[in-house]
């Protein structure tokens, strides 16, 4: 079975790794590999959800463009309750 080949926005390796240093990219791509919930989003994009321990118990969202395998944002969901 062939490994899907994730891809990363400029915005999400010049915006989002520097304002949040404690994400890594192999977080994010372990929720978009094994979500809790997924949602459709405005503008061809998908929501991706999925708890990580190394977030002190908390979920991980994870924005993808249309294509589910470019990674736009990602950021600790507070109010995310599966």
Same mark, same amino acid.
């Given at each position: 079975m062939p490994v899907p080949d994730y891809k990363f926005t400029?915005? =999400?390796?010049?915006e989002v790794l520097?304002?949040?240093p404690y994400l890594t990219k192999a977080m994010c791509v372990a929720v978009? *590999? *094994?979500? !809790?919930? !997924?949602?459709?989003?405005?503008? @061809?994009r998908f929501r991706f959800w999925a708890f990580v321990p190394a977030l002190g118990g908390r979920f991980l969202r994870v924005i993808t463009l249309a294509d589910k395998l470019?990674?736009? @944002? *990602? =950021?600790?969901?507070r109010r995310f309750h599966p």
């Amino acid at each position: 079975m062939p490994v899907p080949d994730y891809k990363f926005t400029p915005y =999400f390796e010049n915006e989002v790794l520097r304002k949040r240093p404690y994400l890594t990219k192999a977080m994010c791509v372990a929720v978009v *590999a *094994a979500p !809790v919930r !997924v949602e459709s989003q405005e503008g @061809n994009r998908f929501r991706f959800w999925a708890f990580v321990p190394a977030l002190g118990g908390r979920f991980l969202r994870v924005i993808t463009l249309a294509d589910k395998l470019t990674i736009h @944002n *990602a =950021f600790p969901d507070r109010r995310f309750h599966p």
